[in-house]
């Protein structure tokens, strides 16, 4: 229900900028920058403080911040103020708050379901985030033309508390181990962040960088798509998202059943992942577009997925938070260039290029890492810095 509200406050913020900077596209792109730069800015600060506490308080600290956020942007704007200024430093502010919340979210579930459900626990737990991808759009929609934008951010506000009350009565059960990062502070402040990480976490948090910050920026090539392409109406354009929605949705539950990943299944997922991007680049009908949509939409989340465990199950204990940020740091932080340098291929080389240019690049990284994983030795278990070849 709480993520349902997320994506209501996402669409309702995006669509009262629209409203106020009078449909110019670039505040908008700067809005969307100003929310995904602190995940780039923070990460490594995100990381320490992940690490040094427990998971459980971290996320009911980001979560209640997240709740006054959505109250900062729905009880000035019932009182009939608002202005782009300040949508800005709201969308920075809650952009600061999500740095931490996202890795503080994702030990939380190790610390729930325990280290041989974590597969399965991310898998379930993604296919609720994709089913409210559906859902919260949708529900702004209806709210926004019958109540307004205010009311849906008050509403987001309030599905917070379901949050930070079942948090509370799960932190009576989530491990109470002291975090590893308050054992050795020294070791801490030498630790040079990704150049310390296993090489393994360093490649992920690589290709998450190319597939998250330029190769998932469909907010701008499927509308380029839709219109200039193949000449849809908003009909067609919204069904591009729902089919990949609905790929995402059935990727997960096959993720749910699977065994725990090595280095070779976020590698073989992204490589599966450009060839779609490229494919869909040139297809000649929106009909076989939308079907290779729920292609992406499978091959996202089961990148995403077997990536983070893997990241969890490979970083030693110590810096867990630190490599969770870094991948989250390559996933979400490059979003802001990677939707510059897609538009800008969109502009100058035609709408095509703007998917053929990100996948063509996923591809050969991904092929030639997957070619190279045995002789470099990936890390295949918890804290194992070489294990033989062809372990992962």
């Given at each position: 229900?709480?993520?349902?509200?997320?994506?209501m406050t996402?669409?309702?913020?995006?669509?009262?900028?629209l409203h106020?900077a009078?449909?110019?596209?670039v505040?908008?792109?700067?809005?969307v920058?100003?929310?995904?730069?602190p995940?780039?800015?923070?990460?490594?600060?995100a990381?320490t403080?992940?690490?040094?506490?427990?998971?459980?308080r971290v996320?009911t600290v980001t979560?209640s911040a997240?709740?006054?956020g959505?109250?900062a942007?729905?009880?000035?704007?019932?009182?009939g103020?608002?202005?782009?200024w300040?949508?800005?430093a709201a969308?920075?502010a809650i952009?600061?708050?999500q740095?931490?919340d996202?890795p503080a979210?994702?030990?939380?579930m190790?610390?729930?379901v325990?280290d041989?459900e974590?597969?399965?626990g991310?898998s379930?737990?993604a296919?609720?985030?994709g089913?409210a991808?559906?859902a919260?759009p949708a529900?702004?929609?209806?709210?926004?033309a019958?109540?307004?934008e205010?009311a849906v951010f008050l509403?987001d506000?309030?599905s917070?508390?379901l949050v930070i009350g079942?948090l509370?009565?799960l932190?009576r059960?989530?491990?109470?181990?002291d975090?590893?990062?308050?054992?050795?502070?020294?070791a801490?402040r030498?630790?040079?962040?990704?150049l310390?990480l296993?090489?393994?976490?360093q490649?992920a948090?690589?290709?998450?960088?190319?597939?998250?910050?330029?190769?998932?920026q469909?907010?701008?090539?499927?509308?380029l798509?839709?219109?200039k392409v193949?000449?849809?109406g908003s009909l067609?354009?919204?069904l591009l998202?729902?089919?990949?929605a609905?790929?995402?949705?059935?990727?997960?539950f096959?993720s749910?059943?699977?065994q725990d990943p090595?280095?070779?299944?976020?590698?073989?997922?992204s490589?599966?992942?450009g060839?779609?991007?490229?494919?869909?680049a040139?297809?000649?009908?929106?009909w076989t577009?939308d079907?290779?949509?729920i292609?992406i939409g499978?091959a996202?989340?089961?990148?995403?997925?077997?990536a983070?465990v893997?990241?969890?199950?490979a970083a030693?204990e110590?810096?867990?938070?630190?490599?969770?940020?870094?991948?989250?740091a390559?996933?979400?932080?490059?979003?802001?260039?990677?939707s510059f340098v897609v538009?800008?291929l969109a502009a100058?080389?035609?709408?095509?290029?703007a998917l053929i240019?990100?996948?063509a690049a996923i591809?050969?990284?991904?092929t030639a890492v997957?070619?190279?994983?045995r002789?470099?030795?990936f890390?295949?278990?918890r804290?194992?810095?070489?294990?033989?070849a062809?372990a992962?």
């Amino acid at each position: 229900m709480s993520i349902i509200g997320t994506m209501m406050t996402y669409t309702a913020l995006y669509w009262l900028t629209l409203h106020i900077a009078h449909g110019n596209a670039v505040v908008l792109s700067t809005l969307v920058a100003a929310q995904f730069l602190p995940m780039l800015l923070l990460s490594r600060r995100a990381g320490t403080i992940v690490a040094r506490h427990r998971a459980v308080r971290v996320v009911t600290v980001t979560q209640s911040a997240l709740a006054a956020g959505s109250l900062a942007l729905g009880l000035p704007l019932a009182a009939g103020w608002m202005s782009i200024w300040y949508l800005w430093a709201a969308s920075f502010a809650i952009g600061c708050v999500q740095a931490v919340d996202v890795p503080a979210r994702q030990m939380f579930m190790l610390d729930l379901v325990g280290d041989a459900e974590l597969r399965r626990g991310s898998s379930l737990y993604a296919a609720v985030t994709g089913m409210a991808k559906i859902a919260g759009p949708a529900l702004a929609g209806i709210i926004i033309a019958a109540s307004g934008e205010a009311a849906v951010f008050l509403a987001d506000a309030v599905s917070y508390l379901l949050v930070i009350g079942v948090l509370a009565w799960l932190s009576r059960d989530a491990r109470h181990a002291d975090p590893s990062g308050h054992a050795d502070r020294a070791a801490a402040r030498r630790f040079r962040w990704l150049l310390d990480l296993p090489r393994g976490i360093q490649v992920a948090a690589a290709m998450a960088l190319l597939i998250g910050g330029f190769g998932i920026q469909f907010e701008v090539t499927n509308p380029l798509m839709a219109t200039k392409v193949f000449h849809l109406g908003s009909l067609g354009f919204g069904l591009l998202g729902t089919f990949m929605a609905a790929g995402g949705i059935l990727g997960n539950f096959w993720s749910a059943r699977q065994q725990d990943p090595g280095a070779r299944e976020f590698l073989t997922w992204s490589v599966v992942f450009g060839a779609a991007e490229a494919a869909a680049a040139v297809m000649p009908a929106a009909w076989t577009y939308d079907a290779l949509m729920i292609v992406i939409g499978a091959a996202i989340q089961l990148f995403a997925v077997s990536a983070v465990v893997y990241v969890q199950k490979a970083a030693p204990e110590a810096q867990r938070g630190h490599a969770l940020s870094a991948y989250n740091a390559g996933f979400m932080g490059f979003v802001p260039a990677g939707s510059f340098v897609v538009a800008g291929l969109a502009a100058f080389a035609g709408t095509r290029w703007a998917l053929i240019g990100p996948a063509a690049a996923i591809l050969a990284c991904g092929t030639a890492v997957l070619a190279a994983e045995r002789s470099w030795g990936f890390v295949s278990g918890r804290g194992a810095a070489h294990p033989p070849a062809g372990a992962a």
